[in-house]
């Protein structure tokens, strides 16, 4: 299973129920819509497209809501475009006028009251870049340093100047109802600067009647990375926004920071997303450079959450394969990490109440007995989230009968979140029927190792405190395995040997009290053989070894077993499983 998740744009090349089945098909596990472009009807066209797949496909695809926040942006040109030269003239108007080769207007009015002479003005990512020669209220007049070609609606970044621009504008507010209204599941932040700034959107959101939306803080300047951990205190996670953060900062300290703000959030246990120009040359070419490829991986070494695609699904030529792509690196990357290692290198330091103590002995137990799965109950998912902190090799079910918790978790790394149809109030039965549903996932099978954990009682976030350790299926038979093989099929319970030259057919599992060469026939045609007597030198464990049949001798096993029952026997652990379920 992919652990690390993937969050794609959805844009003019995605926004077909055609293209957004295949990226989620692909491996898409939260659609972002990005409200600086677009109308609501747009907007509500995608996410209603993803709701309506993800229910068809039995998905739990989330919708994120990227805000336009205090972001300083161009308008339109008179062509959709100027070309800039260096040294030549250039304006940034105030006004509204449509812009040329001479200027064009801006998003934000009061610019030219923030710099002054020699200020740098950055602007499509740091593409271009002006520098300021006087200022006017009506105009900003600047030089052209770096030329290039501008097109309507790009970013401008003022690097080392606090812009007065409130943070949450009235688009904004109405934005976040808009997403209140619409079921959306995470808000991305865009331009966090302090731990304020998300307590304004927490407030909105109130003021909107949700509480379960999850704030992701966009850290793309300097003042997001100087007070990231006010904002962590705050926020459900971060975006590592690379590329409004490159023309903040200087660019060779991004890579630092990248790492710097993932170590963060790891040990925080908060959600971290690496964001920007991930397979950039795939919005054109049907396959990225090696240097993406390294720079995806990197990320994913470093224990990122969630990859994002921007610009790649939003309008690329190759909107599907990049996501494939990211989705291939992905796991290739993850194969190369030793998750058990990490774990047990990693020094946690210590826990100050039991959640989290519950929650590190679960991954720990996960990695000792090198169970299958890490399978957790949870309402709103928080149980999951802490163990996605600890980021074990082993993978994490997390069953809620919450669909939106279901959503949230989609983000997390390695969940994978499965909806239940109820929660039972014994605490013995509810962890059998998510057990349960696990295994009718296909995540498990009859006689694997599984490790449980939940808060009882159940809907208290920050109440995890119970750990059980069990197998899958149950358990019939237990006695001593010769061969460590699994197989499933009917028992054929005999008596004696007369019987099983009666009764015995090819592909059953025999069941006698003990085997001899008289039998041969019928137990080189066998699935597996259980006796009640004999040892490693016996008749019956030398055929299974030398058929590679699993073998167990266990006492009073005619007696105990039933002929057609359908079980697995696990040789390795020396246990005969029932397969069958019981009636509710």
Known sequence: MRKTKIICTLGPASDTEEVIKELILAGMDVARINFSHGEYSEHKHKADTVKKLRAELGVHTALLLDTKGPEIRLKTFENGKAVLAAGAPFSLYMDGRPGNEKGVSITYTGLWRDVSRGSRILVDDGLIELTVESVSEREIKCTVKNGGTLSNRKGINVPGVRLSIPFLSEKDKADIAFGVKEDFDFIAASFTQCADDIRKIRDELDKNGSHGIRIIAKIENSAGVENIDEILNEADGIMVARGDLGAEVPMENIPVIQKQLISKCYNAGKQVITATQM??????????????????????????????????????????????????????????????????????????????????????????????????????????????????????????????????????????????????????????????????????????????????????????????????????????????????????????????????????????????????????????????????????????????????????????????????????????????????
């Open 279 to 584: 397979l950039e040359s795939m919005t054109h070419n049907p396959r990225p450079t090696r240097a993406e490829i390294t720079d995806v991986a990197n990320a994913i070494y470093d224990g990122t959450s969630a990859t994002m695609l921007s610009g790649e699904t939003a309008m690329g030529e190759y909107p599907i394969e990049a996501v494939r792509r990211m989705a291939t690196i992905a796991l290739r990357t993850e194969s190369d990490i030793d998750y058990k290692k990490r774990f047990f290198d990693c020094r946690f330091g210590g826990f100050g109440n039991v959640t989290d103590a519950i929650s590190h002995a679960t991954c720990t137990t996960a990695h000792d007995l090198g169970a299958k799965a890490i399978i957790t109950v949870t309402v709103s998912g928080f149980t999951a989230r802490l163990l996605s902190r600890f980021r074990p090799q082993t993978d994490i079910i997390a069953c809620s009968p919450d669909p939106k918790a279901c959503r949230h978790m989609n983000m997390s790394w390695g969940v994978i979140p499965m909806l239940i149809d109820k929660v039972e109030e014994s605490s013995e039965k509810l962890l059998s029927t998510a057990v349960d549903n696990v295994y009718r996932a296909g995540y498990v099978n009859y006689g694997d190792l599984v490790v449980v954990t939940a808060g009882l009682p159940l809907g208290i976030p920050g109440t995890t405190n119970m750990l059980k350790v069990q197998m899958v299926g149950d358990v019939l038979l237990a006695g001593k395995g010769i061969v460590e093989q699994s197989v499933c099929g009917q028992l054929c319970v005999c008596t004696n040997e007369d019987e099983a030259l009666e009764k015995g057919r090819s592909g059953d599992i025999i069941v006698v009290p003990f085997a001899s060469d008289r039998i041969i026939s019928v137990l080189r045609h066998a699935s597996a053989i259980i006796c009640e007597r004999g040892g490693d030198d016996s008749y019956a464990a030398i055929v299974g070894k030398t058929l590679n049949i699993p073998v167990i001798i266990a006492e009073n096993a005619t007696k105990i077993l039933k002929s057609g029952t359908t079980v697995t026997v696990d040789g390795r652990r020396g246990m005969v499983y029932c397969n069958e379920r019981k009636p509710d």
